[in-house]
T-cell receptor
Framework: GAVVSQHPSRVICKSGTSVKIECRSLDFQATTMFWYRQFPKQSLMLMATSNEGSKATYEQGVEKDKFLINHASLTLSTLTVTSAHPEDSSFYIC?????????FGQGTRLTVV | AQKVTQAQTEISVVEKEDVTLDCVYETRDTTYYLFWYKQPPSGELVFLIRRNSFDEQNEISGRYSWNFQKSTSSFNFTITASQVVDSAVYFCALINTNAGKSTFGDGTTLTVKP
């Protein structure tokens, strides 16, 4: 099946810094990438939908200026958490859909100290 | 709007017991896909099964089986003869075929004790 490679798998950063998370589709072209966030012991919540070559669509309550999404090519989508704060600590995971089947990246566990 | 409900937050069983994880969904779409994923402590989502809305046949894969009943909007997952390695969080999810995004249930944490 399709492979989505996400990195880094873990990152610890200082409060106020920015962190970039990358998701690459390795053997197919992903025109759409979904970004999810999962707080401890909670479900995965959709943050935003990125489409290649156009602006991302953010879910209600998600700050677009804080979570910058770039989908400049058909094989790469990035999520940048800007000016990170401890409350941004979470598990972030990307996903794309191919023929109605969802493929997920390995996830990134972000810890902001 | 879509919604997936997993009423069981946590389940604890003893090894070799059978266990059923419930999933109930809501959608206005006539065409959709349902999924089950396993999430071990590492966090990665492990795909278990996909079922489309037109296929109500039950499925068995080894110790796993799934019961899809459209009449009750349920897609339940049974593990037979559970093992300690089955301990994980299990998510039920629904995909809208037009939008492609997944709606997840809150997950069920399964603990299998030796």
């Amino acid at each position: 099946g399709a492979v989505v490679s996400q990195h880094p798998s873990r990152v610890i950063c200082k409060s106020g810094t920015s962190v970039k998370i990358e998701c690459r589709s390795l053997d197919f072209q992903a025109t759409t990438m979904f970004w999810y966030r999962q707080f401890p012991k909670q479900s995965l919540m959709l943050m935003a939908t990125s489409n290649e070559g156009s602006k991302a669509t953010y879910e209600q309550g998600v700050e677009k200026d804080k979570f910058l999404i770039n989908h400049a090519s058909l094989t790469l989508s990035t999520l940048t958490v800007t000016s990170a704060h401890p409350e941004d600590s979470s598990f972030y995971i990307c996903s794309t859909t191919v023929n109605t089947e969802a493929f997920f990246g390995q996830g990134t566990r972000l810890t902001v100290v | 709007a879509q919604k997936v409900t997993q009423a069981q937050t946590e389940i604890s069983v003893v090894e070799k017991e059978d266990v059923t994880l419930d999933c109930v969904y809501e959608t206005r779409d006539t065409t959709y896909y349902l999924f089950w994923y396993k999430q071990p402590p590492s966090g990665e989502l492990v795909f278990l099964i996909r079922r489309n809305s037109f296929d109500e046949q039950n499925e068995i894969s080894g110790r796993y089986s799934w019961n899809f009943q459209k009449s009750t909007s349920s897609f339940n997952f049974t593990i037979t003869a559970s093992q300690v390695v089955d301990s994980a969080v299990y998510f039920c999810a629904l995909i809208n075929t037009n939008a492609g995004k997944s709606t997840f249930g809150d997950g069920t944490t399964l603990t299998v004790k030796p």
